[in-house]
């Protein structure tokens, strides 16, 4: 007998579920965190849109971030080009191609982990597929999300992509060298608009070019490792 | 499209449950979707319509969706923040928090069973 709905129906059983769709990459993600619990390394999940200035943020910090141990696992659909613009400036790197897949998971980082060509690491960038969306939704055991955000992309990205924003414990606000050539863009309203769907977003403002902000991000990333940076509250949602 | 990757996911939990009931078919799924889940409705439902007709047991099945509208709280009063204002509490001034909106999660599934 159909109980939920009282059909009548004798063949009809309901079973309750009420489990996360994403489960078991979330188990992966877990597996993933202890990975890097026990190497002692903060694992950054960066993402942001094609283009956004990710890579050059990462070659920046290492010319930058003096005696720390970086590495890099650079997702793709099709090349292992940021992985070799990363070693090039001294990040061991593994590239992660993807095919077709948008993101990155637990599962692929977690492949990738086992063939890196590092012992032990203090930081750890995975560099994200380019895409404002679905990166956001897949836990990869990340110790903080971090969003590129560059200002030729214009104001209104963290209204119309709420969920990447919701999940960044930092926003960098990339390519600030050209503000002076965009007279539209107004950081107040950008601010603003980062304010309506993250709470209590911590931002820096950043560009590789001009070195800007470069300071603040080290201090940032070692302040995660110590336990002192972070949002301005927890974050975190109902089911996460 | 991150949903084909969500039906995936979600055929292989739906499938190694009807198989442990020893169900003849599956006939619904219901599926709750937060509105910040970051996975489309309309794009979730094209995607179970293609991956249904590779698992035996779900050709026939229907997919139910459950929207979830997001909702923020102050952490500290409770207070419910409006649509579109900033997430920090007007009263207490404490960044605010999803109290419900993230969602995507597999509620039920109806089982025909000999
Ligand atoms: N002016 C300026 N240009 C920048 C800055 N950072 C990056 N760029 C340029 O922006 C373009 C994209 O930079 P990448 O670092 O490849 O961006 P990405 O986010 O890694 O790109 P994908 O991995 O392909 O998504 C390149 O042409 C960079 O030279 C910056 O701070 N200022
Ligand atoms: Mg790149
Ligand atoms: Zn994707
Ligand atoms: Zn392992
Ligand atoms: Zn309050």
Not at chain 1, 22 to 47: K, P, T
Not at chain 1, 141 to 166: C, H, I, W
Request: proline share 5%; hydrophobic share 45%.
């Amino acid at each position: 007998m159909c109980e939920s709905c009282g059909c009548g129906d004798p063949g009809l059983v309901p079973v309750e579920i009420h489990e996360r769709i994403l489960a078991s990459n979330d188990e992966r993600a877990a597996h993933n965190r202890q990975h890097f619990a026990g190497a002692g390394m903060v694992a950054i999940n960066l993402m942001g849109s094609p283009g956004a200035g990710k890579t050059a943020v990462l070659e920046t910090t290492a010319r930058r971030s003096g005696e720390k141990r970086l590495g890099a696992m650079t997702g793709d659909l099709a090349t292992e080009r940021d992985a070799e613009r990363l070693k090039a400036v001294g990040i061991p790197s593994v590239g992660i191609t993807t095919g077709s897949a948008c993101h990155l998971d637990a599962t692929l980082v977690h492949a990738a982990l086992h063939d890196a060509p590092w012992n032990v690491l203090d930081f750890l960038f995975i560099e994200n597929v380019g895409n404002l969306v679905c990166p956001a939704i897949y836990d990869l055991g990340q110790t903080a999300n971090v969003v590129a955000l560059s200002v030729t992309e214009g104001v209104d990205k963290p209204l119309k992509y709420p969920v990447m924003f919701r999940v960044a414990e930092l926003v960098l606000i990339t390519k600030v060298d050209l503000l002076p050539h965009l007279p539209g863009v107004e950081m107040e309203e950008l601010y603003a608009n980062l304010a309506k769907v993250t709470p209590g977003p911590r931002i820096i403002e950043f560009s590789a070019v001009s070195g800007v902000g470069v300071k603040e991000w080290i201090r940032w990333l070692e302040g995660l490792a110590t336990g002192r940076s972070g949002k301005a509250a927890f974050i975190g949602g109902a089911s996460s | 499209m991150h949903e084909y990757s969500v039906v995936q996911s979600l055929m292989q939990r739906v499938e190694a449950e009807a198989l442990a009931h020893k169900a003849r078919a599956v006939d619904r799924i219901t599926v709750g979707l937060g509105e910040l889940s970051g996975v489309d409705p309309e794009l979730l439902l094209s995607a179970f319509e293609l991956f249904r007709q590779m698992v035996p047991l779900c050709r026939n099945a229907q997919l139910q969706i459950r929207e979830i509208p997001a909702a923020w709280r102050c952490r500290v009063c409770d207070t419910e923040i409006s649509k579109g204002e900033v997430l920090r509490c007007k009263i207490c001034q404490k960044p605010a928090q999803l109290a419900c909106g993230d969602e995507i999660l597999l509620d039920r599934i109806e089982l025909e069973v000999p």
